[in-house]
C-alpha cells in the first residue's frame, strides 16, 4: 500500500483527531508518474487503474503496468518533438482514455500540463496560448476543436506541434500512428532534467466568471494533496472503482479522476459519454456496481427527475458532490430514495478540498462540512475580524508562512506581481462568504459578490435558491439582486421549470409565497423570470455576474 509512504499515519479516531494529527512526508524529488503510477506497477504488475468505456460500445481495462508502459512510450515520443522539463503542453482530450496516458508521461518529462475543455473558441485558445506559451496542443479528433485550434496557430506560430489522438487531420500528427514506434522504457530523468517536488506541474485557467481567466500553477506536490480528496471525502476503496463525473478540462478532474484515486490504489470507472443522459449514468452505476460516486449537485437533480428506485444503486458506499452548492432538498430526496447521504465538499481550482463531511462527521443537509486539515481555515467579517457563530464572514487560509498547505496553488503563471499581490500577506482569500454554526459546520453564503445588500439585509442567494429548489416546479435557479427605483436593489430569481410546469402569474406568486414560508420572508425574490437554460461558464458554474450585469444594462437604458 502507497499510502504508508506519505501517511506516518493513516486512520483516525474522529475528525478533531485528523484535523490535529494528519501529516504528510513529502519527498523533495516526488513525481506523480514514477512515484505512484510505476511504483504501484512494480509493486502489484496486475493491479487494475482503470475501466474506460464510452456510448458506442467500446471498452477497455488498464492495469497500472500498461499506464506505466504507454506513458513511458508517450514520454518517448513526446521527447522526441522536442518536448522537455518546462515546456508548456495544452491537452484537450475529453475523457478519452489517452488523456492520463499523455499526463502521466507529461509529469515524467518534466513538463508543464495544461488541461482545456472542448468549449474552447479560438479567441479562448489565443489568450491562453499568449498566456501561457503553449509549445505543443494535443487534441481529440472533433471537428470543432480542430478548427478552432487550427485558427488558434494561424494566429500564434509559436505552437509547434499539433497532435490529434485518433485518426488523421491535415496539418496534425497522428499520435495513434506514431507513438508505437517508440521504447517502453523511460529511465529517470536525474540531474537538471530530473524534477523537484516544487517544480511546475500543472496550470490550470480559472473559469473567468469575474474577469479574465487567470493561470493557477500547481506544482509536483500537488496530487499528494488530493489524498484527503479522494480517501477521506470520496472515501475510495482500494481495488474498487470510483467514478468522478468531469471533463479532462476542469481541476475536478484532478480532483476526482486521477491524483489522489490512484495514489490510493482506487480503479478509476471512465464514462466518456457523448452527452449527459441521466438514465445512461445511472444505468452505469449500476451495471458496473460502482463502489464511490461523485458529481455536481445538478446531475444529481436531473437523475432526481428519472425513477431512481428503478436502479440498484446498492453498490456505492459513498455519494459525494462539489462544484456547486448541493440544495437540502436534493441532498433529503436522495437519502430518501436510495438510503444514501450526499456528501458535500468544497474548494477552488486553486487548491485540492478545502471544507468536506469527512467520515466522522454527519451531514447536515445545506451545509459543506468541516475544514481539511491541510488549511488553517477562519472566516473573517468586513472589519477584518473574527466573525461569530452564524456570522457571514469570507473563508481565509492563514499562516502560509508557517507550512504551506500541500495541494494549495503557489502562485499564478508566470505573474510573479499578481502572485505577491494575492498571497503576498501569507494568507490566500478566494473570496466566498460563508457562516459557521454552533457544531463547527461551515454554510455556503456565496461569492462575495453575489452576497445581496437590500434595505439593510445581507442576503445570501444560496438560502433563497435552496427554498425555490425545494418546490417541483423548479428544476434550477440563479439569485441575485436586480437593480430597483426604491430599494436599490431587490431579490431576483431565475428560473427552470421542471417537466410539465409553463409560466404564469400564478406560479410566481406560488413560488414567493413558498419562499416566504420556507426562509425568512424578507428575502423573498420580488422579481421572478423563467428562461430555459441558466448562463454558465464552461466548467458549469452558473454566471450569476453576467445576470447583474444584464438586469444594470437593462435598467440602465429604461433610465436613460
Known amino acids: 500500500m502507497l499510502l504508508d509512504k506519505y501517511l506516518p499515519r493513516i486512520e483516525f479516531d474522529s475528525y478533531e483527531d485528523f484535523k490535529q494529527n494528519y501529516c504528510l512526508n513529502i519527498p523533495e524529488d516526488f513525481n506523480f508518474g514514477f512515484d505512484i503510477i510505476d511504483e504501484w506497477a512494480k509493486q502489484e504488475p496486475e493491479k487494475k487503474a482503470m475501466v474506460w468505456c464510452n456510448d458506442h460500445d467500446e ?5 497500472f503496468t500498461d499506464i506505466s508502459r504507454l506513458s513511458n512510450q508517450t514520454a518517448n515520443y513526446f521527447k522526441s518533438l522536442g518536448i522537455k522539463k518546462g515546456t508548456v503542453v495544452m491537452l484537450i482530450l475529453r475523457r478519452r482514455w489517452e488523456y492520463w496516458v499523455c499526463a502521466v508521461a507529461l509529469h515524467k518529462i518534466g513538463a508543464v500540463l495544461i488541461p482545456g475543455s472542448l468549449q474552447l473558441t479560438t479567441k479562448d485558445l489565443i489568450y491562453r496560448s499568449t498566456s501561457a506559451g503553449i509549445h505543443t496542443m494535443i487534441c481529440i479528433d472533433d471537428d470543432y476543436v480542430i ?12 505552437i509547434q506541434n499539433k497532435i490529434v489522438i485518433t485518426g488523421k487531420r491535415n496539418g496534425w500528427r497522428s499520435y495513434a500512428n506514431e507513438v508505437s514506434a517508440f521504447s517502453q522504457e523511460f529511465p529517470r530523468p536525474t540531474g537538471e532534467e530530473g524534477t523537484v517536488a516544487t517544480d511546475p506541474m500543472l496550470v490550470y485557467f480559472t473559469s473567468g466568471t469575474t474577469g479574465k481567466p487567470k493561470l493557477i500553477e500547481h506544482n509536483y506536490t500537488h496530487p499528494l494533496g488530493h489524498i484527503v480528496t479522494a480517501k477521506y471525502w470520496h472515501q475510495v476503496q ?42 445512461k449514468l445511472l444505468q452505469k452505476i449500476q451495471d458496473y456496481k460502482l463502489t464511490t460516486f461523485c458529481a455536481p449537485p445538478t446531475m444529481y437533480r436531473f437523475m432526481l427527475q428519472e425513477d431512481v428506485t428503478s436502479y440498484d444503486l446498492s453498490s456505492v458506499a459513498n455519494f459525494t458532490t462539489a462544484g456547486e452548492p448541493l440544495n437540502p ?10 438510503g444514501k447521504e450526499i456528501r458535500e465538499g468544497f474548494g477552488q481550482t486553486e487548491g485540492s478540498v478545502l471544507v468536506a463531511n469527512f467520515p466522522w462527521i454527519t451531514p447536515k443537509p445545506g451545509s459543506t462540512g468541516k475544514p481539511s486539515p491541510l488549511y488553517d481555515i477562519t472566516l473573517i467579517g468586513e472589519d477584518g475580524k473574527l466573525v461569530g457563530v452564524h456570522e457571514h464572514g469570507a473563508l481565509v487560509m492563514k499562516n502560509l508562512d508557517k507550512a504551506w498547505p500541500t495541494g494549495l496553488f503557489v502562485g499564478y503563471f508566470k505573474n510573479p506581481e499578481m502572485t505577491k499581490e494575492v498571497l503576498g500577506n501569507n494568507e490566500y482569500c478566494p473570496h466566498d462568504v460563508f457562516e459557521m454554526d454552533e457544531d463547527g459546520y461551515y454554510w455556503f453564503v456565496g461569492r462575495n459578490d453575489d452576497v445581496i445588500k437590500c434595505s439593510g439585509y445581507r442576503i445570501g442567494p444560496f438560502e433563497v435558491e435552496s427554498a425555490l429548489i425545494a418546490h417541483p416546479a423548479v428544476l434550477e435557479c440563479a439569485v441575485t439582486g436586480a437593480p430597483d427605483p426604491i430599494r436599490g436593489l431587490v431579490v431576483k430569481a431565475t428560473v427552470v421549470l421542471t417537466k410539465g410546469y409553463t409560466p404564469s402569474d400564478a406560479l410566481t406568486k406560488e413560488l414567493q409565497n413558498h419562499v416566504k414560508h420556507t426562509t425568512a420572508p424578507y428575502k423573498y425574490p420580488r422579481i421572478i423570470e423563467y428562461v430555459d437554460e441558466l448562463p454558465k461558464t464552461l466548467g458549469g458554474k452558473i454566471k450569476r455576474a453576467l445576470i447583474r450585469k444584464e438586469d444594470e444594462n437593462a435598467a440602465n ?3 436613460s
Open 59 to 63: 471498452e477497455r481495462t488498464f492495469t
Open 147 to 158: 478548427e478552432q485550434v487550427d485558427g488558434t496557430v494561424s494566429s500564434i506560430p509559436t
Open 238 to 279: 482500494e481495488n474498487k472503482l470510483h467514478m468522478s463525473v468531469s471533463d479532462s478540462g476542469w481541476a475536478k478532474f484532478g480532483w476526482g479522476k486521477i491524483y489522489g484515486q490512484w495514489i490510493c490504489g482506487a480503479v478509476q470507472f471512465v464514462y466518456d459519454m457523448d452527452k449527459f443522459i441521466p438514465t
Open 329 to 338: 432538498e436534493v441532498f433529503n430526496r436522495w437519502k430518501e430514495l436510495t
Open 557 to 559: 437604458n429604461k433610465n
